[in-house]
Nanobody
Framework: VQLQASGGGAVNSGDSLRLSCTASGLTFDDYAIGWFRQAPGKEREGVSCSSRSGRVTEYVDSVKGRFTISRDNAKKSVYLQMNSLTPEDTAVYYC??????????????????WGQGTLVTVSS
């Protein structure tokens, strides 16, 4: 199983980025997908997740209204559109896959497979 996260970069406060996560080696439709991030010196936190169908999504409070998760099961991909970025969004962003029938979770312990991370740096 491979999860390839991409799309990170260095931007200024207020800018936007779109992260992508492409999966291989698993039946993508069977998995909820989550985005997590880890800032220096902090624990990894759940940012957003999407159920298998994409109909159910969850967001951590700090990104609600700014980030949008979407998925394209035909392309085995999940996207995280990040708008109005702030320096507090600076972190390594990871995507992860969770074998779950309904909904999705922002609890990292419940995820089965992890990607390698992509760095997002937001300057003020």
């Amino acid at each position: 199983v491979q999860l390839q996260a991409s799309g990170g970069g260095a931007v200024n406060s207020g800018d936007s980025l779109r992260l992508s996560c492409t999966a291989s080696g698993l039946t993508f439709d069977d998995y909820a997908i989550g985005w997590f991030r880890q800032a220096p010196g902090k624990e990894r936190e759940g940012v957003s997740c999407s159920s298998r169908s994409g109909r159910v999504t969850e967001y951590v409070d700090s990104v609600k209204g700014r980030f949008t998760i979407s998925r394209d099961n035909a392309k085995k991909s999940v996207y995280l559109q990040m708008n109005s970025l702030t320096p507090e969004d600076t972190a390594v962003y990871y995507c992860a896959a969770q074998n779950r029938f309904n909904g999705c979770s922002l609890q990292r312990e419940s995820y089965d497979w992890w990607g390698q991370g992509t760095l997002v740096t937001v300057s003020s």
